[in-house]
Nanobody, 122 residues
Framework: QVQLMESGGGLVQPGGSLRLSCVASNSIFKTNSLGWLRQAPGNQREVFATISTRGNTYYTDSVRGRFTISKDNAKNTVYLQMNDLRPDDTSVYYC????????????????WGQGTQVTVAS
């Protein structure tokens, strides 16, 4: 059973935008905090955007002001709107879930999606 399924990655020019989507199973969506993680080759793993079951959000400095995480409760879907993309945003992006917002921020991931590639290049 697929619990987290991402879509929406691709190739975009610097300064461009992309929106990622992640459909979660009903049990995960209703009880877990959700977020987005990325790890580019040679770089540290980073959970950079998270949203709680109540809709509270958190961003790391690397994306704050450029990326927005949101969710649609009717569709069990979490979104990541990425604006002003930069070449160093290039990575595989994973939708992840955790038992709390804090746990996700600390990198304690309970469930991973399969990942979607985002490439920022001219």
């Amino acid at each position: 059973q697929v619990q987290l399924m991402e879509s929406g990655g691709g190739l975009v020019q610097p300064g461009g935008s992309l929106r990622l989507s992640c459909v979660a199973s009903n049990s995960i969506f209703k009880t877990n905090s959700l977020g987005w993680l990325r790890q580019a080759p040679g770089n540290q793993r980073e959970v950079f955007a998270t949203i709680s079951t109540r809709g509270n959000t958190y961003y790391t400095d690397s994306v704050r002001g450029r990326f927005t995480i949101s969710k649609d409760n009717a569709k069990n879907t979490v979104y990541l709107q990425m604006n002003d993309l930069r070449p160093d945003d290039t990575s595989v992006y994973y939708c992840v879930s955790g038992t709390s917002l804090l746990n996700l921020q600390l990198g304690n991931v309970a469930v991973w999606g399969q990942g979607t590639q985002v490439t920022v290049a001219s």
